[in-house]
């Protein structure tokens, strides 16, 4: 399982904010400058991250982006830029796929419980750790 890049420069850029002071406001335009994401990538990603609740938008003068919350995790970051974490396109899905095995497939019923441990581990995964560990 590999991370997109998206995923990665989201993981990227929230660790470098929350190696900020509590409350300090960043823009997209000093998180790309210090972690190297590109500008319109870290455009992009901050809006993800704040339509998913991770980041508060602050308007005005001296606008920018807070972390939402303390408790955001590994699994909270990924699944904002990724969507829900299932290893294969039919975990959890009741309904057909396109898997040209789904109708026969009985490994299927029970890829979900492969999907939910995998999102329990990177959600053990705290920001907080990560940004006090680089």
Known sequence: MRLTHL?????????????????????ATVLAEETGVPLPTAQKLVGKLAAAGLLNSVRGAGGGFTLARPDISLADIIEAVEGPIALTQCSGAEEASDCALDARCRVKPHMSVVSTAVRGALGAVSLQSLASAS
Request: aromatic share 4%; hydrophobic share 55%; no cysteine.
């Open 7 to 27: 995923a990665d420069y989201a993981v990227v850029m929230m660790t470098a904010a929350a190696r900020r002071a509590e409350g300090a406001r960043l823009s």
